[in-house]
């Protein structure tokens, strides 16, 4: 049986004020959040009923899972394990599947068929429904080692960043993957496009959160976090922050600079992804 939490034991849900944030009949930014918490030296995933308040532990069989990524229909979800790997299930948490081992940074194609992840220091695309094949190697390993990627929403273009092996500051860059050219964004990291995919929530240093055109342009700084997520109408973002001795789930309009604390519940909280409506 699964583990149904409430949100009262667990967790601090502030379920009017994120209401009333935008006014009285505001829409909910998302139904569902999910994100991994980490404790007892061990990470477990949970999904968050955002009306609510319910927390739902993702996969209660397994010893240690983290960073939830749901696929853009909303029926599976990749994420890491601690057998080391990326590991693909459905939403009930059954026929799951290695995909690839000692992988980072997965992101889901927008059609739901591909995952692009960094493996050593090159970027590889992996066909879901041909686990066996060998994956495509989008970008070869050279003298940049490769930390992140996030596919854009129409699916042609490609977000990633580099670091020289050399002591040197992470860059973004965007990859056209029609001509396979190349072009460098901003300096930062953790890229993350907006659904619309006109802009690009990124990292600076000392876990700034910043949002800069996706075309190139002036940035703007959001936030103190990390681990951000767009939610699914392109208004918020979740992040973690840390606070003292804990690592809270927050959540942030960006026009307007509002916040809401989703979860403080004194344990360290990390990886937002939202599920898809």
């Known amino acids: 049986m699964r583990c149904i939490l409430l949100a009262l034991s667990i967790s601090l849900l502030l379920l009017f004020p994120?209401?009333?944030?935008?006014?009285?009949?505001?829409?909910?930014?998302?139904?569902?959040?999910?994100?991994?918490?980490?404790?007892?030296?061990?990470?477990?995933?949970?999904?968050?009923?955002?009306?609510?308040?319910?927390?739902?532990?993702?996969?209660?069989?397994?010893?240690?899972s983290a960073y939830p990524l749901w696929s853009p229909d909303g029926e599976r979800v990749a994420f890491s394990a601690r057998q080391p790997g990326l590991y693909l299930a459905d939403a009930a948490g059954s026929q799951m599947q290695l995909l690839s081992e000692m992988v980072t940074s997965p992101?889901?194609?927008?059609?739901?068929?591909?995952?692009?992840?960094?493996?050593?220091?090159?970027?590889?695309?992996?066909d879901i429904h041909?686990?066996?094949?060998e994956p495509d190697m989008l970008r070869p390993a050279?003298?940049?080692?490769?930390?992140a990627v996030d596919w854009s929403p129409d699916g042609r273009r490609m977000?990633?960043?580099?670091?020289?092996?050399?002591?040197?500051v992470p860059n973004i860059h965007i990859l056209d993957l029609d001509t396979g050219d190349s072009t460098w964004l901003v300096a930062g990291e953790s890229?993350?496009?907006s659904p619309d995919g006109t802009r690009i929530a990124y990292l600076i240093s000392q876990h700034r959160i910043m949002v800069i055109p996706s075309q190139g342009g002036a940035p703007t700084y959001i936030a103190d976090g990390f681990d951000q997520a767009w939610s699914p109408d392109g208004q918020w973002l979740a992040f973690s922050r840390q606070r003292s001795f804990t690592i809270e789930l927050i959540l942030r309009h960006v026009a307007s600079g509002k916040e809401i604390t989703l979860v403080g519940n004194g344990q360290a909280i990390f990886g937002a992804n939202w599920r898809p409506r």
């Open 191 to 193: 890229p993350e496009w």
């Open 159 to 168: 977000a990633y960043v580099t670091m020289p092996q050399s002591v040197g």
């Open 18 to 64: 994120i209401v009333g944030a935008m006014g009285v009949g505001a829409a909910f930014p998302g139904d569902e959040l999910t994100f991994h918490v980490y404790r007892a030296n061990q990470y477990d995933i949970y999904t968050l009923d955002v009306r609510s308040g319910i927390q739902r532990k993702l996969f209660p069989h397994l010893v240690s």
């Open 142 to 147: 050279g003298l940049q080692n490769y930390y």
């Open 107 to 126: 992101t889901w194609s927008p059609d739901g068929t591909r995952i692009a992840y960094v493996r050593g220091r090159a970027i590889y695309m992996r």
């Open 130 to 133: 041909a686990p066996d094949r």
